[in-house]
């Protein structure tokens, strides 16, 4: 059987927030492994004393009404806190987590994410038909190296083992951070617009959202924030909801829906057309394709990671904070995650 000759990218061993690799020198110097044929490896496991002995392991007790005042009181202190926000990401895939993971870096911006699923990571846990395998294209790897993600590396591309890791890796280091929360099982039902501007997001329990045709009336609660990221995917019973619901209200002319698939033109152009569509309202990932027709790209994740970090840019330039896309930003740019020039604004702007 023929052999694999890659190379694996090893975890930096310093991760500093405040940098990346959009805006910012490369991490950690990465040590890369000689290229070897994969072959298969006898891993001994040696396990350190465990604090505790599980031959007769006991619990402290607790009283069942303290297990659930403590869930209700953070999450109740949460919604309070969140309910006037600084930026809202509407969708939790690659692209949406992407966005808020870059946002989150600023400590001074407050971060709700909204998932209408359970489980947020929308179609990142998995590769093409349900393969494991993510595909990434350079030089979006570099993102990938400032999370500390492993991967083969190939020519122009690199594959990371199982998507899982990805998604995972990203998430436990964006739940972390004190300025985000993350609300999922929550559906985001409409939009708040005043005077032609997108002000917030209406909320709503996912299953709610789902059974307004089978119960009475159920109203539901709302979130404003100064800037609303739409990172919907693209179209389906939930996708595209955001663009969706501009043209119902009459602030887009049309959805035309993406084109058939392309995987080089489609990458690029996800990217580029990452933009404001509507004062307040930033559309990325899939949704762009959805409101722009462009091709669908397929079972490549890089371009969500790149349009989620412009698209978190775009809403610190709003938002007045210090961004990439201006070069306000202080710190030396990574000349090849360098998205969008001053010059390209008002063309990407009328798109």
Known sequence: MATLTSSLCTKPSVFDPHKSSFHGAPIATQSRLNPVKSTPVNLSVTSAATPYDLRSFKFDPIKESIVSREMTRRYMTDMITFADTDVVVVGAGSAGLSCAYE?????SVQVAIIEQS???????????QLFSAMVVRKPAHCFLDELGVEYDEQDNYVVIKHAALFTSTIMSKLLARPNVKLFNA???EDLIIKEGKVCGVV???????????TQSCMDPNVMEAKVVVSSCGHDGPFGATGVKRLRSVGMIDSVPGMKALDMNTAEDEIVRLTREVVPGMIVTGMEVAEIDGSPRMGPTFGAMMISGQKAAHLALKALGQPNALDGTYVGNLHPELVLAAADDAAEIAEA
């Open 103 to 107: 946002l989150s870096k600023n400590p």
């Open 186 to 188: 929550v559906a985001a």
């Open 203 to 213: 909320t709503n329990w996912a299953l709610v959202s789902m059974n307004h045709d």
């Open 118 to 128: 359970v489980s947020p990571g929308g179609g990142a846990w998995l590769g093409g």
